[in-house]
């Protein structure tokens, strides 16, 4: 018996096969990998110091040389992906929590109640992600949990206001009044319906609260809000090396180099994601040309497809070539822009 090869998903392909996911796959996968590596290595060691070594060039000791005290350039940046990592995961679980289910909850409320959910999120969004660390920071200090909570807040209520749309489109729609119709309950529905066609949405946000956590970390640490002096951090090393710019203008180069990659990674990564997984998307690039259909019971269907129905139409997205067809008296099935013979 032979064995079937194991393939990646389609979506994975897909998004693979795009120059911009291809990217922010392998620009991201190789921040994981580092932060999995500076667990249990680093070319030196942290807290090594060494006042007669600093600021010296690129060498094989030294990949990208030392800081103004004799530390590791590439070590602090190997350990300073933890640190990004740690911040990036833990707040846009933040952002999906509060962003998903209040975008939920102002779409299908009752007007009465979902009104003034709506305006409460038009006035939250009005505050910056940075402000809302530094009201944090007075009472709690600085620290990355500030950071975290600052930036879930801030993403989390700009998640739902533009996932509110789409979800009271998505509730509104004729094969969701279907599913109701056919005793399908709110929560089924929400699941089976509403999250597949809300989530290429959803994606790009979460994506960009990924990039806009690594910014304000960054941000924040260089403000004194953020990272503590003694945790490995991009944004402390750009702290770290902005008062000596003058003396080693490369200084700033690694760690800026850092988060402006990943950031752009993740965008680019959020945004193929999503054209992979969106049903319109994806199909906005398939030629629509002739196909060959067979005729079953005043139904047309491509070849290959075994009668099944397909998700995409029962969710209201019809692909050109499964529109209905006129079948003539000669056996020549008509369909939109194509003879289809049958």
Do not use: C, K
Request: hydrophobic share 50%.
């Amino acid at each position: 018996m032979s064995v079937r090869p194991v393939r990646p998903p389609r979506w994975l392909a897909e998004v693979w096969r795009r120059p911009g996911g291809a990217f922010g796959v392998t620009v991201v996968g190789f921040v994981l990998l580092s932060a999995v590596v500076s667990l249990f290595w680093t070319p030196q060691p942290l807290l090594a110091t060494d006042t007669s070594a600093g600021w010296l060039g690129p060498s094989a000791t030294h990949l990208l040389g030392t800081d103004q005290i004799g530390r590791d350039v590439f070590s602090w940046l190997l350990a300073g992906s933890r640190t990004t990592v740690v911040v990036v995961v833990a707040a846009t679980a933040l952002t999906a929590l509060i962003g998903f289910p209040l975008g939920a909850l102002s779409a299908l409320l009752p007007a009465r109640l979902s009104e003034p959910l709506v305006v409460l999120i038009d006035i939250l969004v009005a505050f910056p992600v940075l402000l809302v660390a530094m009201l944090l920071s007075a009472p709690f200090g600085g620290s990355l949990g500030v950071v975290v909570v600052a930036v879930g807040f801030g993403a989390g209520v700009n998640v739902a206001r533009v996932t509110r749309p789409e979800i009271l489109r998505v509730s509104q729609s004729d094969y969701m009044l279907a599913a109701r119709a056919s005793g399908v309950g709110t929560v089924s529905g929400l699941l089976q319906h509403v999250a597949p066609n809300v989530g290429p949405v959803a994606i790009v946000q979460l994506s960009q609260a990924a990039g806009t956590a690594i910014l304000a970390e960054a941000g924040l640490t260089f403000l004194g809000y953020g990272a503590p002096s003694s945790t490995p951090s991009w944004g402390r090393s750009l702290s770290d090396a902005q008062s000596f710019i003058g003396v080693a203008p490369a200084s700033v180069v690694w760690p800026g180099l850092a988060i402006a990659l990943t950031v752009l990674a993740l965008n680019l990564l959020g945004d193929a994601v999503r054209e992979a997984l969106d049903p319109r998307l994806r199909r906005a690039g398939v030629a629509t040309g002739p196909e060959t259909v067979t005729v079953s019971s005043g139904i047309a269907a491509p070849d290959g497809a075994d009668g099944r129905v397909d998700s995409d139409a029962v969710r209201g997205d019809i692909p050109p070539a499964a529109r209905p067809l006129a079948v003539t008296g000669s056996g020549t099935a008509r369909g939109q822009g194509a003879d289809h013979v049958a």
